[in-house]
Structure formats: C-alpha cells, structure tokens
C-alpha cells in the first residue's frame, strides 16, 4: 500500500513532463493571424488580420496565399501577397487586403501565415472553399516547421501535405502548354517535391514573354518563349531536369546536415 502512496505521485509528474513538448509549437498565441472574408455578388473579398497579444511591440513579417485548384482540369493557380510591418503591443492591423472570384467547382485554399523577425511562425489562419478529398493526403497533428520556408510551411500546414505540387502563372498559349507538359511529366515521373514548383511567365522586350521555372522562392531556369515546338519541348526537358537535380541537391544537403 505504501509503495503506491509513492509510485502514483511520480507518475503523475512525469506525465506532466510529457506533456509540455506537446503544447509547446501553439500558434495564435502571441500573434493572432485572421482572415475574414466578405463574399459580394461576384467575388469575395479577403483581408488578413493580426493581433499582437504580447507586451511588447513585434516586428513581423506575412504572406497571404490564394491557392486554386481546378479538379476538372487538375490546373493549380497560387498567388502571394507579402508584407511587414511593427505591430504595437495590444494592437489589431490591418495586413492585406485582395479578392478571389467565387470558386464554381474549383478547391480554393486561403493561408495567412505571420512570421517574427527571426523568421519563426507565430500566427497561422487557413479557410478551404469546396473542401474535398482529392489527390492531396491528409495528414493529421502534423505541423509546418517555424524554420521552414513559405512553402514548406504552406505544404504541411493544418493536416495537408502538398507534395509533388506545380502551379501556374502563365500569360500567353504557348506558355500554358509549357506548363500543361512539365506538369503532365513531373506527375508522371512521381518526383513528390517537398517545395511548390511554380510557372511564371511575364512580359518581356519587343511583346515577347519570359518563362521562370521557380522551385520554392529559388528560380532554376529563366528561357524566352518561342513558338518553335522543338525549341519549346527542349526546354520543358532541361526544366524539369533542373527540378530534379534541385530536390536532389535539397535531400543531399539536408543529408549532410543530419550526419553532423
């Protein structure tokens, strides 16, 4: 009887101690991240708030993310919006503000993550119009890394793991067809990134157009676009080559990392 008088004690205080680390990556704490969105006839406006709940004045930094996901098409478009800003102590701002047109059948996923000056996640809010279970896997309790870039931390945030993801930025036909092939080719190869690679095409010298093949916030490959087929194809080629040799680098270092 005496041996559980004292053993029950323990155990308590070592589950106490267990439970620490698991309360101890809580976003929203110290900064509130909000988003709040207004839908109108035809679009829905969205703004991004945050709240400075600490003593003392933060200096942060934020990015708003509008991702959509057209399922018909399996067409992904990402757009960012950044920002920083001192935040007083006590004090609630104004972060963004933008629009989205209103999803038909498209999945269109809404992030606001708000960073400290060190680059640690503090704030975190993220609203999913049309959620459906679809090609990306869920992943419960799983949390974004505060020392991860923006698109580790989009790609793991609130139990959606969105490896193996290209997205579109593109002005012109023959740019969308670049970004229909490399898409259809980095599926098929199953290359699963863990960074978001992004199309971005835009206006060049004399109306022509630049293409920038962008892996997380790195551009690999930058290439004028010409509506030669050959040339076109060639260069889809050499991209995702680039890609490749990108995540292979990524693992090798972190590799080299680890055994230190």
Request: proline residues 3%; aromatic residues 6%; charged residues 30%.
């Amino acid at each position: 009887m005496g041996k559980r008088i004292i053993i029950l004690p323990v155990l308590v205080i070592l589950l106490l101690l267990f439970a620490v680390p698991a309360t101890a990556q809580v976003y929203n704490t110290q900064v509130e991240a909000k988003i709040i969105l207004k839908p109108n006839s035809e679009f829905i406006d969205v703004s991004g708030t945050a709240y400075n709940k600490t003593e003392i004045d933060q200096s942060l930094r934020f990015v708003l993310s509008i991702i959509r996901h057209d399922p018909k098409t399996d067409l992904r478009n990402k757009k960012d919006q950044k920002g920083r800003l001192v935040l007083s102590r006590g004090d609630i701002k104004n972060l963004v503000k933008t629009y989205t047109s209103k999803p038909g059948d498209e999945r269109v996923i809404i992030l606001l993550l708000v960073y400290d000056e060190k680059d640690r996640l503090l704030g975190k809010d993220r609203v999913v119009l049309n959620d459906t279970e679809g090609d990306q896997k869920i992943i419960l309790n799983k949390k974004p890394n505060p020392d991860s870039d923006i698109d580790e931390a989009f790609a793991t945030s609130d139990g959606i793991e969105l490896k193996g993801l290209v997205l579109e930025e593109t002005k012109t036909r023959l740019g969308r067809d670049f970004y229909s092939k490399f898409a259809t080719d980095y599926r098929n190869k199953e290359i699963m990134g863990p960074k978001v690679v992004t199309i971005i095409e835009s206006l060049a010298l004399a109306n022509n157009t630049q293409i920038a093949v962008k892996v997380g916030e790195d551009i690999v490959m930058e290439f004028f676009v010409r509506p030669q087929t050959e040339y076109m194809d060639s260069m889809e080629e050499e991209a995702l080559n680039r890609v490749i040799r990108y995540f292979k680098n990524l693992k090798e270092s972190k590799n080299v990392v680890k055994s230190y």
